[in-house]
């Protein structure tokens, strides 16, 4: 499967402890993604990778959130001490940013679903 | 001023007929506007997207109509099946400078499709 893959699928943890979900782009694609979407809303941006540099962070993303993306590769999404309110989809996308095959089109896995309790 | 608003947030359409979702955007800055399907338990994925350099964009029985005056753009869905039914939502973000699309996109709030047999 040549997709972008997301583990966990879910995730159900109490309320303080922290989680850690990890996104496998398309092995080509130098642009990484992290999105969160809540029920019935659309994906809100969190943060972005070109290779291993993370060149935005949405206000979105408290100083709970952390994310890497060492060697350019795979990407890791940390929440510490999460909050009844960090219960959403994250979304991990992945895109190639260049000529000549840019298309603008990201790539979206199927998602991690944390639920705090 | 980033805000993208989409309606209807909910469309039944009977099998053949035409769907139509519409959405607004402020920001004259943007200059992508994708439109990405979504079933459930899928992350969404790409169907067309448009440039506001020209007004109308068609591919297969999925055209986007673009409206630059009014800062509107719409999907249209010909002859509707009930394949098509899933949530739709359009996005819109900024290009760089080489004119390539930026993945950090704004998307509606969802419009949940379902076409009836």
């Known amino acids: 499967d040549t997709g972008v893959s997301q583990n966990p699928r879910h995730k159900i943890t109490k309320r303080g402890q922290n989680v850690t979900f990890r996104c496998d782009p398309i092995?080509?694609?130098?642009?990484l993604y992290w999105y969160r979407q809540t029920l019935g809303q659309g994906p809100e941006f969190l943060t972005y990778?070109?290779?291993?540099?993370?060149?935005?962070k949405s206000r979105l993303l408290s100083d709970r959130f952390s994310a890497e993306r060492p060697k350019g590769s795979f990407s890791t999404l940390e929440i510490q001490r999460t909050e009844q309110g960090d219960s959403a989809m994250y979304l991990c996308?992945?895109?190639?940013?260049?000529?000549?095959?840019?298309?603008?089109?990201?790539?979206f896995g199927e998602g991690s679903r944390l639920t705090v309790l | 001023q980033q805000q993208v608003k989409q309606s209807p947030q909910s469309l039944i359409v009977q099998k053949g007929g035409i769907s139509i979702i519409n959405c607004a955007y402020e920001n004259t800055a943007f200059d992508y506007f994708p439109w990405y399907q979504q079933f459930p338990g899928k992350g969404p994925a790409l169907l067309i997207a448009i440039r506001p350099d020209v007004s109308e964009k068609k591919e297969g029985r999925f055209t986007i109509s673009f409206n630059k005056s009014a800062k509107q753009f719409s999907l249209h869905i010909m002859d509707s099946q009930p394949g098509d039914s899933a949530t739709y939502f359009c996005a819109a973000s900024m290009t760089n400078a080489g004119g390539t699309s930026y993945g950090k996109l704004t998307f509606g709030q969802g419009t949940i499709l379902t076409v009836h047999p």
């Open positions: 996308a992945s895109s190639h940013q260049g000529w000549p095959t840019n298309t603008g089109e990201l790539f």
């Open positions: 990778f070109q290779n291993e540099a993370q060149l935005e």
């Open positions: 092995s080509e694609h130098n642009r």
